[in-house]
């Protein structure tokens, strides 16, 4: 299982879904009851706010998202909890809520 050039490979697709089943996540969309989804190919990160403008040195939060085939739905799960990213990846910089970067 690994993560090559920022893309998911197939082992870990196959962790992902497996993690799925054992966690009971249902895979019916919410907004249009259709049972196929993609996954995306890459972990990503949402990027922090404050006010109305981004903190790229602010707190991180790994996700795998998948897509609803049908409505385009995005449902997004916390990798760190999945155990696919590292918890100090999350950790702010000290100067993180300031949106200036620590040296």
């Known amino acids: 299982m690994s993560i090559e050039d920022g893309k998911i490979d197939n082992d870990l697709l196959l962790y992902v879904n497996d993690w799925f089943k054992k966690k009971g996540v249902s895979l019916i969309c919410p907004m249009c009851k259709n049972s196929d989804w993609s996954t995306f190919d890459c972990i990503?990160?949402?990027?922090?706010?404050?006010?109305?403008?981004?903190?790229?040195?602010?707190?991180?939060?790994?996700?795998?998202?998948?897509?609803?085939?049908?409505?385009?739905?995005?449902?997004?799960?916390?990798?760190?909890?999945?155990?696919?990213?590292?918890?100090?990846?999350?950790?702010?910089?000290?100067?993180?809520?300031?949106?200036?970067?620590?040296?």
């Open 44 to 103: 990503v990160s949402p990027v922090q706010m404050i006010g109305s403008e981004p903190n790229l040195y602010g707190r991180r939060y790994p996700t795998i998202s998948i897509v609803c085939e049908n409505c385009a739905n995005v449902q997004q799960f916390n990798a760190i909890h999945m155990g696919l990213a590292k918890p100090d990846l999350i950790k702010p910089d000290d100067n993180s809520q300031s949106g200036e970067k620590s040296e």
